[in-house]
């Protein structure tokens, strides 16, 4: 285990397990989405709202920064931000494993300054 926090975006819930899982009611994930902080991931054939691990990790969030007293607009801007850094740090892990994969070759310039910092064997 690597200590990481894998989010899977495989499973669906349904409102009612998220309700449960998030400590909030029923109606408040469903006011939440109809004022758009978090919208659900999908709906079902049946129109019921379903919902990701990502999603519950948004209520999540929501759900600390109530007590603190951020309006709900103050939430949006806050959410807005958070998804930015999450698509700009998802991309930056992109071009990381792109770059640091373990059959690459180095660039002329990595591998020369990896032969420069080299010391010298000594010769017996």
């Known amino acids: 285990m690597t200590g990481r926090i894998e989010v899977s975006t ?3 819930m349904q409102i009612g397990e998220v309700a449960e899982r998030t400590e909030l009611s029923i109606k408040t994930i469903r006011h939440y989405d109809e004022v758009c902080l978090v919208t659900p ?3 079902s054939a049946g129109g019921f709202r379903l919902y990701t691990e ?3 990790q948004r209520l999540l969030v929501i ?13 949006r801007q806050l ?3 958070l998804d930015i ?3 700009t740090q998802s991309g930056e892990n992109r071009r990381q494993r792109r770059h640091s994969s373990p059959n690459a070759t180095p660039g002329p310039r ?3 300054a990896n032969s420069a910092n080299r010391s010298p064997t000594p010769k017996s």
Do not use: I
């Open 10 to 12: 495989d499973r669906h």
């Open 41 to 43: 991931s999908e709906r």
């Open 54 to 56: 990502a999603d519950v």
């Open 63 to 75: 759900r600390r920064m109530k007590p603190l007293g951020f309006t709900l607009d103050e939430m």
């Open 79 to 81: 959410l807005g931000s």
């Open 85 to 87: 850094l999450d698509t």
């Open 110 to 112: 990595k591998a020369a």
